[in-house]
């Protein structure tokens, strides 16, 4: 969830290799016209596996005339789990619908499943106040502006009432999805937080461009944090159920690639494909080609099929993190299948929706280019996905996922026709999961 936050985006370094800078240069050199895909126009249908559109409601009416076929609309906080339901209920050939709290908000959350909280589902002003020392990290005694920081929050939500009301959302919704969840060791808590609980009406209109409650625009940042412990106890228990339910999951990672990777990899710790020593591969090579061409997708039909303590499916949202940590969950060995989805506001260095056609698309820095190139270079063609990680449907989600498409399709040197293809199986491949049915 990144689209939602302002950029100011800065010049590409003169020098910078990018395979994604649609420069006017480049439009007007035949050669490079030959490799990108700037100067074409973009085919379909097109997917979106990561947004946010409920955060502005007045916009969705915009998705029966967007260019994306489909996309992943993602839930965040208490005030728009329902809108989300609401929209996938509305437009469900266009809105695949996904519910989960994401980490921005996970100190709003208390987690009632510790023995040692209280079993009366209420949360009294002594449980609120040691709720958020503990989640915040606060040290004793409680600095003035500590106290006040806290008598601004509201009353944490119970963990189970959550967990209860998403399992109801799942039964209700066989095809949705669990995110957005996550570990994320950057963000900030914003100063006095706005309380109100409720999202807008479905029924009336809002009569300017106002965002649903809860959002973290236009607030100033205080120095408090969330502690990363907190934060996996609540993506394990977002991870427990989708598992029980064998959904996808959409993950938020931010500067904490090597924790996240530490919190998948222990749920399916005792799980992973024994892999073949080099006898046993030459003894199946001898015997016929099966397992040389269809390994990996014999082995997640089968982790599909049965219940296991970790989702089928993950994808990392807007995949920051370097190409080794991408390869350690693309190994043979890894039982849960993992995508990698990439946005223009994370990975391209900001979005670009006021620049011409074939301006160049900002970028911070030569590094921030390498990067993305690195990894997507790296990755299984059937690992890769895109998305707009955008706050309102419209003109600018298109825009700027068409732009992280034709950058995919620059860095693995596809045509457009054939990353639209390949981006659409992989799609179809991440959102496809036979939920089982609880009594």
């Given at each position: 969830?990144?689209?939602?936050?302002?950029?100011?985006?800065?010049?590409?370094?003169?020098?910078?290799?990018?395979?994604?800078?649609?420069?006017?240069?480049?439009?007007?050199?035949?050669?490079?016209?030959?490799?990108?895909?700037?100067?074409?126009?973009?085919?379909?249908p097109?997917?979106d596996?990561?947004?946010?559109?409920?955060?502005?409601?007045?916009?969705?009416a915009?998705?029966?005339?967007?260019?994306?076929?489909?996309?992943?609309?993602?839930?965040?906080?208490a005030?728009?789990?329902?809108?989300v339901?609401?929209?996938?209920?509305?437009?469900?050939?266009?809105?695949?619908p996904?519910?989960?709290?994401?980490?921005w908000f996970?100190?709003?959350?208390?987690?009632?499943?510790?023995?040692?909280?209280?079993?009366?589902?209420?949360?009294?002003?002594?449980?609120?106040?040691?709720?958020?020392?503990?989640?915040?990290?606060?040290?004793?005694?409680?600095?003035?502006?500590?106290?006040?920081f806290?008598?601004d929050?509201?009353?944490?939500?119970?963990?189970?009432?959550?967990?209860?009301q998403t399992?109801?959302?799942l039964?209700?919704?066989?095809?949705?999805?669990?995110?957005?969840?996550?570990?994320?060791r950057?963000?900030?808590?914003?100063?006095?937080?706005s309380?109100?609980?409720?999202p807008p009406?479905?029924?009336?209109?809002?009569?300017?461009?106002?965002?649903?409650?809860?959002?973290?625009l236009?607030?100033?940042?205080?120095?408090?944090?969330?502690?990363p412990?907190?934060?996996?106890r609540?993506?394990?228990?977002?991870?427990?159920?989708a598992a029980?339910?064998?959904?996808?999951?959409?993950?938020?990672g931010?500067?904490?690639h090597?924790?996240?990777?530490?919190?998948?990899?222990?749920m399916?710790?005792?799980?992973?494909?024994?892999?073949p020593?080099?006898?046993?591969?030459?003894?199946?090579?001898?015997?016929?080609?099966?397992?040389d061409?269809?390994?990996e997708?014999l082995?997640?039909a089968d982790?599909?099929?049965?219940?296991?303590?970790?989702?089928?499916?993950?994808?990392?949202?807007?995949?920051?993190?370097?190409?080794?940590?991408?390869?350690?969950?693309?190994h043979?060995?890894v039982?849960?299948?993992?995508?990698?989805?990439?946005?223009?506001?994370v990975?391209?260095?900001?979005?670009?929706?006021?620049?011409?056609?074939?301006?160049t698309?900002?970028?911070p820095?030569?590094?921030?280019?390498?990067?993305?190139t690195a990894?997507?270079?790296?990755?299984?063609?059937d690992?890769?996905?895109?998305?707009?990680?955008?706050?309102?449907?419209?003109?600018?989600?298109?825009?700027?996922?068409?732009?992280?498409?034709?950058?995919?399709c620059?860095?693995?040197?596809?045509?457009?026709?054939?990353?639209?293809?390949?981006?659409?199986?992989?799609y179809?491949?991440?959102?496809?999961?036979?939920?089982?049915?609880?009594?």
């Open positions: 969830m990144c689209g939602s936050i302002p950029h100011s985006p800065s010049a590409p370094a003169v020098n910078s290799p990018s395979p994604f800078a649609d420069s006017a240069a480049a439009a007007a050199d035949d050669d490079d016209n030959s490799t990108r895909t700037s100067h074409l126009p973009m085919p379909g097109l997917f596996a990561h947004c946010h559109p409920t955060d502005h409601m007045h916009a969705t915009l998705i029966p005339h967007m260019h994306a076929a489909q996309l992943i609309a993602m839930a965040t906080r005030q728009d789990q329902i809108l339901a609401r929209l996938a209920a509305a437009q469900p050939q266009r809105v695949v996904a519910f989960g709290w994401h980490p996970s100190h709003l959350l208390l987690d009632d499943l510790l023995a040692s909280e209280s079993e009366s589902g209420s949360v009294s002003a002594a449980d609120k106040d040691a709720h958020y020392i503990r989640v915040l990290d606060l040290k004793s005694p409680l600095t003035p502006a500590d106290r006040a806290i008598a929050l509201p009353a944490p939500t119970p963990l189970s009432s959550f967990l209860a399992e109801a959302l039964r209700q919704h066989p095809h949705a999805l669990v995110g957005e969840v996550g570990l994320d950057a963000f900030r808590l914003p100063v006095h937080p309380p109100s609980p409720l009406s479905s029924s009336t209109p809002p009569a300017h461009d106002a965002p649903t409650p809860g959002t973290r236009a607030r100033r940042l205080s120095p408090y944090r969330v502690s412990t907190h934060q996996i609540l993506l394990t228990a977002h991870l427990r159920l029980a339910y064998r959904r996808p999951v959409s993950i938020h931010v500067q904490a090597g924790l996240l990777y530490e919190t998948l990899s222990s399916w710790r005792g799980w992973e494909h024994e892999l020593n080099r006898r046993q591969r030459r003894q199946r090579q001898r015997q016929d080609d099966l397992f061409s269809d390994s997708t082995a997640t982790t599909d099929a049965k219940e296991t303590p970790f989702p089928p499916k993950i994808c990392l949202h807007s995949f920051s993190g370097p190409k080794d940590f991408a390869l350690r969950y693309t043979a060995s039982p849960c299948k993992v995508f990698f989805s990439f946005s223009s506001a990975n391209l260095g900001g979005t670009a929706f006021n620049a011409p056609p074939l301006g698309p900002p970028l820095n030569a590094a921030a280019a390498q990067k993305f990894v997507v270079a790296a990755l299984p063609a690992r890769i996905l895109a998305e707009s990680d955008l706050d309102a449907a419209g003109p600018r989600m298109d825009f700027e996922l068409q732009r992280v498409y034709r950058a995919i620059d860095v693995r040197g596809w045509t457009l026709d054939q990353g639209v293809q390949q981006i659409k199986q992989n179809q491949d991440f959102i496809r999961v036979e939920a089982l049915t609880k009594a």
